[in-house]
């Protein structure tokens, strides 16, 4: 596919290029992921100065007046570097929904913060047995005067741990998986009644589960008629999440074939026998094809509708058969220091790894696929 980048684009993308290769390499990589937050708060603050967090927010709102195809190039950029910010979890979950569902003070109040890097969000939809389907909502919201109280559960709350406002999917009217009914809301992290329990995931990322018993909520949007902007905002996140992948696969087929032309065995590079290179050009053909997956679902996105959803999810699913194909490639050619924590090859894999699972499943987006019309 031939996919020309406009001046601006490229010149986002060499600047995250540039930033990456500085003051990004690997190691720091490994020692930001086991920190206590999990990732630098001044990297983020750099973000923010350099405009990366503006690019998705309308012009009006104080952003770049980007769209999915700009989000889709800075995150495959980030993947080459496996970056552990949480740019999906805090402007394109949070701060997307504010934008597309929130009021104009709401926008106001929370949009800005968001990007001069002083706010962080995340978005807490998914429950015990929904398997990542956003209408599956258990979790009540009762009015009470001029607020509402929330209580229920949810889990796997990305960027749960760290952040300052929580929007949570909650039930105003509606049976369990019914699309009429669902509500967002704005929710302290530190409010009485929310109690976070956050876990390191296995490729360095941060998450938490959190319970809601009574917590204050404030409405965004229009109470019960929140799950079509949810979704949009799930698809764009899932070619965001996708397109990330995309960089994470494309170092590892680079680094395997380096490797192969240096690793030698009986006297000659491995990467000289035919049955490795074979494998090896699978795993650049898997990349080509899952890139091109990603240009359709990018440009797709910019239609809206059906065949918006259709190409979000024919993606999700591309992403996780070739992330696997790819990852697993990786380590074996490696051999034994595929294994290691002291080279990258198996950190690209976990990070593979958790994608796949990550904003629905293969399986949840083949049947969503299937019943979109």
Wanted: with cysteine; aromatic share 8%.
């Amino acid at each position: 596919m031939n996919f020309e980048l406009s001046e601006e684009q490229q010149m986002l993308v060499d600047s995250i290029s540039k930033f990456l290769q500085n003051d990004y390499d690997f190691e720091t990589r490994r020692k930001l992921a086991v920190s206590e937050l999990g990732y630098s708060a001044d990297n983020w603050k750099t973000f923010a100065e350099l405009g990366w967090l503006s690019v998705p927010f309308a012009e009006e709102n104080g952003g770049f007046g980007g769209t999915a195809i700009d989000v889709m190039l800075m995150m495959e950029a980030f993947g080459k570097a496996l970056i552990t910010e949480p740019f999906i979890p805090t402007v394109i979950l949070g701060g997307r929904l504010v934008e597309v569902l929130g009021s104009a003070e709401q926008k106001a109040s929370l949009l800005a913060s968001v990007i001069q890097g002083e706010l962080q969000m995340a978005l807490a939809y998914d429950e015990p047995g929904a398997r990542g389907n956003p209408a599956c909502v258990a979790t009540q919201a009762e009015q009470n005067g001029e607020g509402y109280s929330l209580s229920g559960q949810k889990v796997m709350v990305l960027n749960g741990h760290a952040a300052d406002k929580i929007l949570v999917t909650a039930r105003t009217s509606g049976g369990l998986t019914e699309a009429d009914g669902v509500s967002v809301f704005v929710v302290d992290a530190k409010a009485a009644g929310v109690t976070v329990t956050a876990f390191p995931s296995m490729e360095g990322g941060r998450a938490a589960n959190i319970q809601l018993n009574g917590a204050k909520g404030e409405l965004l949007g229009v109470a019960g008629a929140a799950l079509p902007a949810l979704e949009t905002v799930l698809d764009e996140a899932v070619i965001a999440l996708g397109s990330e992948a995309v960089g994470a696969m494309e170092v590892l087929y680079k680094t395997t074939v380096d490797y192969c032309k240096t690793r030698k065995q009986f006297g000659i590079p491995i990467g000289k026998f035919q049955v490795l290179q074979h494998r090896m050009v699978e795993m650049f053909m898997a990349h080509e094809l899952t890139q091109s997956s990603m240009y359709m679902a990018g440009l797709r996105n910019l239609e809206g509708g059906d065949v918006a959803k259709k190409a979000a999810s024919a993606f999700k699913v591309q992403v996780g058969k070739a992330g696997r194909y790819i990852g697993q490639q990786a380590v074996q050619l490696h051999g034994g220091m595929g294994m290691t924590d002291e080279l990258n090859v198996g950190f690209y894999f976990k990070r593979l790894t958790a994608i796949d699972a990550l904003l629905g499943n293969p399986d949840y987006h083949l049947n969503r696929y299937a019943t979109v019309a």
